[in-house]
């Protein structure tokens, strides 16, 4: 067995020190916050120390001439949490060459009957595993869920290594929502004239619309019109009057980049001018070219990229990519009715880093939609809250 400790300025990057040098078969023995530097006792840092220990020095020797491998979402280092404290390494100087062979010989038959009861994974402590557990189901990408265990496990140590479930996972929650926090969140604030909704076909763009310009006009007291450069299906256009006739808003249909600028025009006393777009294989490239063929982007306008939640997050990344040549402000996210899995919401705020406008939960309008915050995301995936 291979022992060293490692100091870093956080649990992630002490973790990511330990895979580089012993490989992802290492196991956590103990770690505990220290601080260094300073003057008199004053402007110390405070710092992780790890000690970690792989099983086998063939396991670090590098294999020669092997072929590079992609890179992979590798499971986390797991940490070993025995009822009663591991005697630090450091103080090891203390004993005698039997007795340091005594204990790493103990150590070595703990970690090989805990790994090969759990597929050589030494588990996380109890309350963090069942939060992983949960973020696993959510269909929280793996890196972040990496992340957030290491986050955890550094306050599960500076908290004394004795909390609840219920402690655990309000640190997640805090953890999450600190990371996109940041992004813009929350319904249209009027700061632009032109509010675009664009995604790919049978996403409810245009319902969405529909829920937005409602909330305008009771909420906010706000004079709204309509322009579509959907012409591709009837029944869109259609179903767009059959909105604008309850809502007595004014509607325009647009063909080319000509019928916009008149649209514009004839609508310069609005506040709010709702657009929607055709709905197309969002795999065909050329259609979301075309959208700038008809839509004129070079005016004060903020773009809304429409995503279902019952896709995949595979396919709501190969919208995004497709719809990124155009600025996308904020996501809305559609038909979470429709699926008990929300992590894609959180995952795609947090790689792209857009914030969301709404939720949609039902196609009645104007009730069924949530103004989307960063906390409101986090306490979905999280089931700290139920629509």
């Known amino acids: 067995m291979k022992i060293k400790k490692y100091v870093a300025p956080s649990m992630p990057e002490a973790m990511k020190l330990i895979r580089g040098e012993l490989g992802n078969d290492a196991v956590i023995l103990n770690s505990k916050i220290i601080y260094t530097g300073g003057i008199l006792g004053f402007f110390r840092k405070k710092n992780i120390e790890v000690i970690a220990a792989v099983d086998g020095i063939a396991k670090l020797e590098p294999k020669m001439k092997e072929e590079p491998k992609k890179k992979q979402n590798l499971p986390p280092i797991k940490e070993v949490v025995p009822e009663s404290s591991i ?8 004993k005698s060459p039997n007795e340091i062979k005594s204990e790493l010989q103990e150590m070595k038959r703990m970690i090989a009957g805990l790994s090969s009861a759990n597929q050589g994974l030494v588990p996380y402590p109890e309350p963090i595993e069942r939060v992983n557990h949960m973020l696993i189901e959510q269909e929280i990408d793996g890196e ?39 992004l813009k969140f929350g319904e249209i604030t009027f700061s632009k004239k032109y509010v675009n909704v664009v995604g790919p076909t049978g996403v409810g763009k245009t319902t969405t619309l529909a829920k937005i310009a409602a909330d305008c006009i009771l909420k906010f007291n706000k004079k709204v019109a309509f322009i579509t450069t959907d012409t591709y299906r009837i029944a869109a256009i259609e179903q767009l009057k059959t909105y604008a006739k309850i809502l007595s808003i004014p509607l325009e249909v647009c063909y080319d980049l000509a019928d916009f600028q008149k649209a514009c025009e004839k609508f310069s006393a609005m506040d709010v001018v709702l657009i929607d777009t055709a709905g197309r294989n969002f795999r065909n490239r050329q259609y979301v070219e075309d959208l700038r063929k008809v839509v004129d982007y070079n005016r004060e306008m903020e773009t809304f990229l429409v995503l279902s939640l019952a896709a995949k997050q595979k396919d709501m990344e190969e919208i995004y990519q497709q719809f990124s040549q155009i600025a996308i402000d904020q996501f809305i996210f559609t038909k979470i009715d429709e699926t008990s899995n929300y992590g894609s919401m959180y995952n795609m705020i947090n790689k792209y880093q857009i914030g969301a406008a709404y939720i949609t939960n039902g196609q009645d309008v104007p009730d069924d939609r949530i103004a989307a915050s960063a906390e409101k995301i986090v306490n979905l995936v999280l089931g700290v809250e139920k629509l």
């Open 87 to 94: 005697q630090e390494i450091t103080n090891s100087k203390e």
């Open 144 to 182: 972040l869920r990496e992340k957030l265990s290491a986050s955890l496990l550094e306050k599960w140590y500076l908290e004394g290594s004795n909390s609840s479930d219920q402690e655990v996972l309000s640190w997640c929650k805090d953890f999450m929502v600190s990371s996109i926090s940041n």
